[in-house]
Structures are given as structure tokens and as C-alpha cells.
């Protein structure tokens, strides 16, 4: 099975006084406003790294809730974030880290199971694959 989705992204003017728009195929993001101030200033509009950590999160949750299932234990409430870590290498810039957090309620689970699998879903999932940088995870189990 091969699966392909599409997301794009239309760019006009220079680096720093352009504006761009990303879209996905599914209509999630239409024309939603990216440029220069919103990825490196911390103005208001999307950049490519808060799509990769809401990517990672969803595809890392996703890729524990099947783990779990296969050990037959299942999930009451999951909650993940990510973190992006961009900044200036040699030669321009790179993402260099992602850190996972999670907070989930697993009946019946106990803290080793927990951490072996949610280490087989960090390393599992098919965003983690596609990721050189370092991906680090705290995961906290709660009753």
C-alpha cells in the first residue's frame, strides 16, 4: 500500500518582506499566512516547524495507540506535545531536535511496560523516521 498526501505552499516577494500561504489537500489549512516575522520573529501566522511538531505529535500518538493495542491495553486519554528546535548550524539553518511530551492514562499499565512502548513509538513512528535530529521523549504514565 502506498498512500500520498499534498500540501503546498505559494511565496511572493523577498525573504524577509514576503508573504507566503500553506495549504493542505484535506482543507485543513487554506492559504493559512506564513513569512520570515511568523518562523523567526514570533509574529502571529504558521511556519514549517510548528506543522512538523503537530505532525510528530499526531503520528507518534497515533503510532502508541496501535503499539498499545497489540499489548492489549488501551488508552483512556493521550496527550502529546512537541517541540521544534530550528536554530543556525554551519551553512545555514537546521532542525536539529524535536522533544515529545506526553501525558496519558493507561488502565493496567505499569511504568515499565509504558516506557517500552512508548520508546517503540517514538522510534516507530513514520514522522521519527523521517527526522535527523534528535528526538527525545518524557513520557509521564498517570492513574
Same mark, same amino acid.
Given at each position: /500500500?502506498?498512500? %500520498?498526501?499534498? !500540501?503546498?505552499?505559494?511565496?511572493q516577494? !523577498?525573504?524577509?518582506?514576503?508573504?507566503?500561504?500553506?495549504?493542505t489537500?484535506?482543507?485543513? #489549512?487554506t492559504?493559512?499566512?506564513? !513569512?520570515?516575522?511568523?518562523? *523567526?520573529?514570533?509574529?502571529?501566522?504558521?511556519?514549517p516547524?510548528? #506543522?512538523?511538531?503537530?505532525?510528530?505529535?499526531?503520528? *507518534?500518538? /497515533?503510532? $502508541?495507540?496501535?503499539? &498499545?493495542?497489540?499489548?492489549k $491495553?488501551?488508552?483512556?486519554? /493521550?496527550?502529546?506535545?512537541?517541540e521544534?528546535? &530550528?536554530?543556525?548550524?554551519?551553512?545555514? *539553518?537546521?532542525?536539529?531536535?524535536?522533544?515529545?511530551?506526553? %501525558?496519558?492514562?493507561?488502565?493496567?499499565?505499569?511504568q515499565?511496560? *509504558?516506557?517500552? &512502548?512508548?520508546? /517503540?513509538?517514538? @522510534?516507530?513512528?513514520?514522522?521519527?523516521?523521517? &527526522?535527523?535530529?534528535?528526538?527525545t #521523549?518524557? @513520557?509521564?504514565l498517570?492513574?
Amino acid at each position: /500500500m502506498k498512500i %500520498k498526501r499534498k !500540501g503546498s505552499a505559494a511565496w511572493q516577494g !523577498g525573504i524577509k518582506d514576503g508573504k507566503g500561504a500553506l495549504s493542505t489537500e484535506s482543507g485543513a #489549512l487554506t492559504a493559512y499566512p506564513y !513569512g520570515f516575522a511568523s518562523r *523567526f520573529e514570533g509574529q502571529r501566522g504558521s511556519n514549517p516547524e510548528e #506543522l512538523i511538531a503537530a505532525a510528530h505529535a499526531g503520528c *507518534f500518538t /497515533m503510532a $502508541l495507540s496501535l503499539i &498499545l493495542g497489540e499489548a492489549k $491495553l488501551t488508552a483512556e486519554q /493521550m496527550d502529546t506535545s512537541a517541540e521544534v528546535t &530550528l536554530e543556525q548550524v554551519e551553512g545555514g *539553518f537546521a532542525i536539529t531536535a524535536v522533544h515529545l511530551t506526553l %501525558k496519558a492514562k493507561i488502565p493496567g499499565a505499569d511504568q515499565a511496560t *509504558f516506557e517500552k &512502548l512508548t520508546g /517503540m513509538a517514538k @522510534a516507530g513512528c513514520p514522522v521519527s523516521k523521517l &527526522l535527523k535530529a534528535e528526538i527525545t #521523549l518524557d @513520557a509521564t504514565l498517570v492513574s
